[in-house]
């Protein structure tokens, strides 16, 4: 049925009909639906519903408990329901009314007219961007990220969608997800898998059940590759999976884990990710004009397009200005080992003399991915993929700057400035990250039809001006709400593991939402200091426990497996909540994933963002809290860089010593703290109102809401990136001479 009805709904970057239709064991699970109701699974099937205001709450109200149960996968909530409650909502004539509203919204996504693109470039595209990244964020219910640059491709495919790109999305389908956090007594980090049953989620199977729809060849085997078709409003998302009967079982894990460590497991998902990525195109007969792969992990998908070319009668060289004008590149960290590079034996024994299809030689093929830094013997994916695409950027413009200086070797002796790399800075889906609340508030402030003048940054000037009461005593509301959740967590936890451990999981129960609260969640990499706060024990203890102005810290975040440093300060976190000489003002929420994420940017009062500059390409976390009206404490990189104004937060200065920043900017972020962000949170009104700082709360809603979104994001790449390449204009290329 819900096939049969897709069917109509066909656009231009979807597989062709001709595709067997494979039904999902779970739709086919789903009890009858009422007339009524009859298209709930068609809304649960579109992730679309997940940046819907009212769809959240239609699934709610189905059953609530099953709704948390499900951890908010409608799908599986449909599959569990029993025909009598259906019919009942369908009785109930409020809940059909917003279903049908909700259907409505759905449904619009589902074509392109009036969007952004339809409107200002609407036919200049005749084949969709084909976005390839390792991991992306969409929804909690599907696990397969691990932190920023997953929610960063959620957005952007979201945004896509939204402005009528058309897009389509590439990924592997990680079905043993991204791994649940444990903690041993001692507070070290554990891992768990949270495997999943890809049947059970809003994934359409596109391969047959035991074979692939492409294959590629790894160590010498075929490997057939299977796609799920993720429906992300306008954006279909293609994600591998190889996971099949056919293949040899060391096969079939490959896309089994997000970031396993181990190189010659990163290559093979690389070759996967990169080679079967053009492969399942292909054979969906998806004709992509534009190519972006986000980060260097997809870059092979560049090396595979030229093999067609030359496949096809030319030669590499001939091939490469047609490659390069439709591809575009971003790299998202100046860290080297966020750089993946694999040896020249790596690359024969895993891969095979990849070089012959191409008609070079091993070395000329090694040339293409080599890197100054990692020398001759090694094929370095970030090198590789500036050679091959010509649009090349960071994602914020100080971090343009940065990778400028790290590649400007590539174009020879050429002025940094010169060198060919621009810069997007990132943004965040607004509909995704912003709660529903501060939504509903400002239909208040904007005006109902604010939502349809995003894009109009005049509209945003009203923000400024909204009552200092009313703001105020809506965030407090949020927080005492998002802390009711984390206290709940929480005790789940506790319940879960009682027996083992007598003493709370995290000291989570002791939270006051009367009390200033700082948070500060990321992945725990070391250049983004958590432990910058404790440099000076007494001192963090003095201003948590102060009698007067209390201060309290909300912790989340989880260390890489392998990074053995960072689940080191993870521990040092993870103990101090235990400590108690901190008088439970300190917390640490386990699982940072994108629905704890959005109970911390809305349940906090200042954000804390605190790399070591210029390690933070962008970071996002802060752009979520300030549109919750969450001012960001932050070191000056990435984005904050250019996002501080001077009203909208507080910002470190620069370090005298940026080789040995870590005493300075502790010193600072503790006189930040004590001198001015602790007098003025407690500093009230008679109404008890904090004046000058909900100034700053609205402040930071205005920056974030006018500019650090996905839909301003999008329309740059499209302007300066997407659209010279669906002009296919070779004009202005500045390929590296090196
Ligand atoms: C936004 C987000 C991140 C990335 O935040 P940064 O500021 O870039 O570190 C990571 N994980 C989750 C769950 C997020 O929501």
Redesign the pocket.
Known sequence: MLFAEDRTLRRRSDPPDALPAHMNAALEAIPTLPDALSGLTRIAMNLAWSWNRDAAELFERIDPMLWTQVRHDPVALLMRIDEATLRRCADDEEFVELYENVERSVEATENDEGTWFAREHGGVADGPVAYFCAEF?VHDSIPI????????AGDHVKSASDLGIPMVGVGLLYSHGYFDQRFDDEGWQLQQDEVFDPERLPLRRLHPEDSGLASVEVEGRTVQLGAWCMRVGRTPLYLLDSDLDDNDPADRILTGRLYESGEELRLKQEWILGVGGVRVLDALDVRPSVWHANEGHAAFMMVERARRAVEAGSTFDAALPDIRASSVFTTHTPVPAGHDNFSAEQVERVLGPVWEPLGLDRDAFMRIGYAPETGEDRFHMTATAIRMARGVNGVSEKHGRVTREIWSELWGDRPKEDVPIGSVT?G?HRWT?MAPEVQRFLDGVLGEWWTHRVEEREVWDRVLDADDAEVWYLHERMKYKRHRFLIEEARRRWRAVWGKHRHLVASGPLLDPEVLTLGF???FATY?RADLFFRDEERLLELITDAQRPVQLIF??KAHPADDLGKGVLQRVYRMSHDPRSEGRIAFVQD???H???AL?AGVDVWI?V?RVPK?A???????AALNLVPQLGTLD?WWDEGYDGENGWAIPAAPKPDDPDEHDWEQLFRLLEEEVVPSYYDRNENDVPVAWVKRMKRALWVAGRTFHTDRMLRDYCRRYYLPAWEASTEGDDPPTR
């Open positions: 964020a990220y691990s932190g920023g640059l997953g929610i960063l990132n965040v990250w969640a990321r992945r983004k989340a975040g940072y994933e994108m704890v994420a959005r940017f963002n790399p933070e962008s970071g996002t976390s802060g752009m979520k990435g």
